[in-house]
């Protein structure tokens, strides 16, 4: 597994320097069916954070909007639906931001989907749209990175090191064979033991003395626990590198690079 690039094709896929850094205000997260604004809460700041962690935008929260526009007017901007593209565009006008970042929590079911939307204001036309499905809300949040990857049309994050579960997976599956041979091992052994052991009794004058069959019975069953040993710690090793195993979040993609000016193709992912 080679090392995940992000290539740039016009300009580099790395985050502005702050001064050109463009603006994206994160709006509250709309809350679905068997959702309350408790939950939706602190779910919209942790995308905020991400956002600004990311360092493509200068990001403006929902605390500063309520800062910067005060509460009236923050309620007649905010009171349109997330679908009215002239409500965010005087929104981002108001604020200063070119982008603006909205999106929807909710439950299907037993699971939570989250789906962000990312509106260039000036071209009145979607930058980038992520929708994720998961059992519980830390494995939501744990896709986070990659959702507002896709949401800003930013490159994806560089792929985890797959370098300790292919070990474990490699030095597991080594030690269940050395496991298979021992067993295989054993099983001769006390073939042949028995073998000599049945011949003896029709023929006793060909036989070793009580001791010698008593260490070789010995040093079978030594054997026979260590093939067992092995081959269970195998197991054990590869199916720890299994669960270790990083998921694939995304192929490689194409995206679109933030800029003061416009937008900049850039290659993203894995290789």
Same mark, same amino acid.
């Given at each position: 597994?080679?090392?995940? #690039?992000?290539?740039? #094709? ?52 929902? @605390? ?6 005060? #509460? ?91 370098? #300790? ?81 990083? @998921? ?24």
């Amino acid at each position: 597994m080679l090392t995940p #690039l992000v290539l740039a #094709l016009t300009v580099a896929a790395q985050p502005p320097v702050s001064g050109e850094r463009p603006r994206l205000a994160v709006l509250d997260l709309a809350t679905g069916a068997g959702v309350d604004a408790q939950t939706a809460g602190p779910f919209g700041e942790a995308i905020a954070a991400e956002v600004q962690r990311r360092g493509f935008f200068e990001v403006i929260s929902q @605390r500063d909007i309520s800062t910067m526009l005060g #509460l009236e007017r923050q309620k007649q901007l905010l009171g349109c639906s997330e679908e009215a593209q002239s409500c965010l565009a005087e929104l981002s006008g108001a604020l200063g931001a070119r982008f603006v970042l909205s999106g929807t929590l909710a439950r299907l079911g037993d699971a939570w989907q989250l789906t962000l939307n990312t509106l260039d204001t000036k071209k009145a036309q979607p930058l980038g749209r992520a929708t994720r499905l998961a059992k519980d809300l830390a494995a939501l949040q744990a896709t986070l990175p990659y959702a507002v990857a896709e949401a800003t049309a930013t490159p994806a994050p560089p792929a985890k090191s797959r370098v #300790l579960p292919y070990t474990l997976v490699g030095v597991g599956a080594a030690t269940a064979v050395v496991g298979l041979l021992l067993g295989a091992l054993a099983l001769n052994n006390q073939g042949q033991l028995q073998g000599e052991l049945d011949s003896g009794a029709e023929r006793p004058g060909i036989l070793d003395t009580r001791a010698s069959y008593q260490r070789a019975a010995a040093g079978i069953e030594r054997t026979r626990w260590a093939a067992i040993g092995c081959l269970a710690g195998g197991v054990a090793l590869a199916a720890l590198g299994l669960v270790l195993m990083p @998921r694939d979040e995304g192929a490689t993609q194409v995206a679109l690079l933030p800029g003061r000016d416009g937008l900049t193709f850039a290659l993203g992912g894995s290789f």
